[in-house]
């Protein structure tokens, strides 16, 4: 971080435990004022219980950590009035309509109420959900509910916004939308702390990337350092004969590296670079395991938790985020 950067959040050796689970172990953070900064990692890996602690819904068990200039613990009301919060559930009543909803909170945030419904209809249009305006919420499809969780986090426009996993679930177009919700916001001068285990995501985002697993921040910088630390990609190769997908993944981590199992039983994936991936199809090719297509793509979180940790991202032995 430069000399002289003016910093929306800096945290150092915040900890938070729940029993004998230490859900958040030392985390370091300095998030520059004005930027999507994003903070990466599995379920499980603390980034909730983080996010918890610097927008005071929890205090942590020690470090320290300020928002805005104000600290956490010491200043905690100040820090409220100043940022947002928008979780992995939408936190708006299904028994009110769209327009309901936002009266309400611009009510209970101080607007009069001719003010209220104003700011309604202008949050309602801004993020296109107005013709549905009069419907009840639980009638919302999911990327309707998440357009009005995030309209409801900005009836009064914060400084600093928490976005925990805001596309979780979302179809490729709703996700877009929330993307391009997250810009705006940015562009009229808005700190955004974007929580995510979608690598895409931060991709399209994020101006800086804190990666977190079991707790700690394991590697931080942008997302070209990250993708360099797994080299320059991933060979992603799907085979004719998905039962030979244990041959073809001990011949590549014996020529190549640690090997990521996809979910498609016939496809497996391998960070690496391009005189690598050349290296590891030859040697496919010269044990007669016939490929239906590969590709040297940019690399996926699992690729750079392998690369960090030596696992994948959604291995078993993580702990739980019991917050």
Same mark, same amino acid.
């Given at each position: 971080?430069?000399?002289?950067?003016?910093?929306?959040?800096?945290?150092?050796?915040?900890?938070?435990?729940?029993?004998?689970?230490?859900?958040?172990?030392?985390?370091?953070?300095?998030?520059?004022?004005?930027?999507?900064?994003?903070?990466?990692?599995?379920?499980?890996?603390?980034?909730?219980?983080?996010?918890?602690?610097?927008?005071?819904?929890?205090?942590?068990?020690?470090?320290?950590?300020?928002?805005?200039?104000?600290?956490?613990?010491?200043?905690?009301?100040?820090?409220?009035?100043?940022?947002?919060?928008?979780?992995?559930?939408?936190?708006?009543?299904?028994?009110?309509?769209?327009?309901?909803?936002?009266?309400?909170?611009?009510?209970?945030?101080?607007?009069?109420?001719? &003010?209220? #419904?104003? $700011?309604?209809?202008?949050?309602?249009?801004?993020?296109?959900? +107005? %013709?549905?305006?009069? @419907?009840? /919420?639980?009638?919302?499809?999911?990327?309707?509910?998440?357009?009005?969780?995030?309209?409801?986090?900005?009836?009064?426009?914060?400084?600093?916004?928490?976005?925990?996993?805001?596309?979780?679930?979302?179809?490729?177009?709703?996700?877009?939308?929330?993307?391009?919700?997250?810009?705006?916001?940015?562009?009229?001068?808005?700190?955004?702390?974007?929580?995510?285990?979608?690598?895409?995501?931060?991709?399209?985002?994020?101006?800086?990337?804190?990666?977190?697993?079991?707790?700690?921040?394991?590697?931080?910088?942008?997302?070209?350092?990250?993708?360099?630390?797994?080299?320059?990609? &991933?060979? #992603?190769? $799907?085979?004719?004969?998905?039962?030979?997908?244990?041959?073809? +993944? %001990?011949?590549?981590? @014996?020529? /190549?590296?640690?090997?990521?199992?996809?979910?498609?039983?016939?496809?497996?994936?391998?960070?690496?670079?391009?005189?690598?991936?050349?290296?590891?199809?030859?040697?496919?090719?010269?044990?007669?395991?016939?490929?239906?297509?590969?590709?040297?793509?940019?690399?996926?979180?699992?690729?750079?938790?392998?690369?960090?940790?030596?696992?994948?991202?959604?291995?078993?032995?993580?702990?739980?985020?019991?917050?």
């Amino acid at each position: 971080m430069a000399t002289g950067t003016t910093l929306a959040i800096e945290a150092s050796g915040l900890r938070k435990s729940y029993g004998a689970t230490r859900a958040v172990d030392g985390v370091d953070l300095a998030v520059p004022a004005g930027a999507i900064y994003g903070v990466l990692g599995p379920n499980g890996a603390g980034k909730t219980t983080t996010i918890r602690m610097l927008a005071t819904l929890i205090a942590p068990d020690s470090g320290s950590a300020s928002v805005l200039g104000h600290d956490v613990v010491a200043e905690a009301d100040t820090v409220r009035e100043l940022v947002s919060l928008t979780g992995q559930l939408a936190s708006v009543d299904e028994e009110l309509t769209g327009r309901e909803n936002l009266v309400l909170l611009g009510r209970l945030l101080g607007y009069s109420r001719a &003010a209220a #419904r104003t $700011r309604a209809d202008e949050l309602l249009e801004a993020f296109d959900i +107005a %013709e549905a305006a009069g @419907r009840l /919420v639980k009638h919302y499809s999911g990327g309707m509910r998440r357009r009005l969780d995030i309209a409801a986090s900005i009836v009064v426009t914060p400084r600093l916004m928490f976005l925990d996993e805001p596309t979780t679930g979302l179809d490729p177009r709703s996700r877009n939308q929330v993307w391009e919700i997250a810009r705006a916001l940015v562009a009229e001068g808005t700190t955004i702390l974007l929580c995510t285990q979608y690598l895409e995501e931060a991709d399209q985002l994020a101006d800086g990337i804190a990666v977190i697993d079991r707790g700690r921040v394991i590697a931080e910088g942008t997302l070209g350092h990250l993708k360099a630390s797994v080299g320059t990609g &991933a060979l #992603r190769i $799907r085979l004719l004969d998905g039962a030979r997908r244990a041959e073809a +993944a %001990e011949l590549l981590e @014996r020529a /190549v590296g640690a090997v990521v199992l996809d979910p498609d039983p016939a496809a497996l994936s391998v960070p690496a670079d391009a005189e690598r991936a050349a290296v590891g199809v030859a040697e496919l090719a010269r044990a007669g395991i016939p490929l239906a297509h590969f590709t040297l793509d940019q690399p996926s979180l699992d690729e750079v938790f392998l690369a960090l940790t030596g696992r994948t991202a959604d291995d078993e032995t993580l702990q739980e985020d019991v917050a």
